[in-house]
C-alpha cells in the first residue's frame, strides 16, 4: 500500500510543482551554471542507485557526506534551497521509479563505511531508502551513524500510514534542519 501512496503523491507532486521546478532550474543554471546534481547512493539491499538533487553547492564540492564537506562551498542560491527543502524535490522521480520511498532511512554514500556497517548489521537496508524519516525529522544526520541507524531501525520497525503522512507533513512544515553542513 505504501508503494502506491509513494507513487501517486510523488506523481501528483511533479505534476504539480513542475512550474517551481522549472524556474529553480533556471535560476540554478545562473548560480552553479549546473543545477541539477546525481549522485551514485546505497539503496534496497545495498544495491546502488541514482539519487537527483538540485546542486546547492559549488560544481567542483568533493563527493562526500554532508557533514564532511566545506562550509563555504554551499552557494546563497543553495541555502535558500536547503533551507525550503526544494533541493529534495527531484527525487520525487526515485520515488516514482521504485528507487526511494517519500519515507524511509535517507541514502548514504558508498564511501561512508562505518554508516553501512552499523546500518546492515541492523537491517535498514531492508527497506526503499526514503526522502525524509524519523532521522530527519529529529535532526539526526550521517554525522553520527550508530544514532542515525538505531533511529532508521525504530523508524522501520513502527512505521505505520499515520508515522508515514507525521514524518511528511514534519518534513514539509519545518521540521528537522537538514545536514549538518552549516553556511558560515
Not at 568533493?62 to 557533514?67: M, N
Request: net charge positive; charged share 20%.
Amino acid at each position: 500500500m505504501i508503494r502506491f501512496i509513494d507513487f501517486i503523491t510523488a506523481f501528483l507532486g511533479l505534476l504539480l510543482l513542475w512550474p517551481i521546478l522549472l524556474l529553480v532550474i533556471i535560476v540554478g543554471f545562473f548560480d552553479t551554471g549546473s543545477p541539477i546534481f546525481i549522485q551514485t547512493r546505497v539503496g534496497k539491499n545495498k544495491k546502488a542507485f541514482k539519487l537527483i538533487k538540485l546542486r546547492t553547492m559549488s560544481v567542483d564540492t568533493k563527493s562526500v557526506a554532508s557533514h564532511l564537506a566545506n562550509n563555504s562551498s554551499i552557494t546563497k542560491f543553495g541555502m535558500i534551497l536547503r533551507k525550503t527543502k526544494i533541493d529534495e524535490l527531484p527525487q520525487l522521480v526515485n520515488v516514482v521509479k521504485g528507487e526511494m520511498s517519500l519515507v524511509g532511512p535517507r541514502p548514504n554514500l558508498f564511501n561512508q563505511g562505518d554508516l553501512i556497517k552499523v546500518r546492515d548489521a541492523l537491517g535498514v537496508y531492508d527497506v526503499l531508502p526514503g526522502v525524509t524519516g524519523l532521522a530527519q525529522v529529529q535532526n539526526i544526520d550521517m554525522s553520527t551513524p550508530e544514532l542515525l541507524a538505531k533511529t532508521d531501525k525504530q523508524m522501520i520497525e513502527t512505521l505505520t500510514v499515520k508515522h508515514y503522512f507525521k514524518y511528511i507533513i514534519l518534513t514539509v512544515t519545518g521540521s528537522g534542519c537538514g545536514d549538518a553542513v552549516k553556511p558560515k
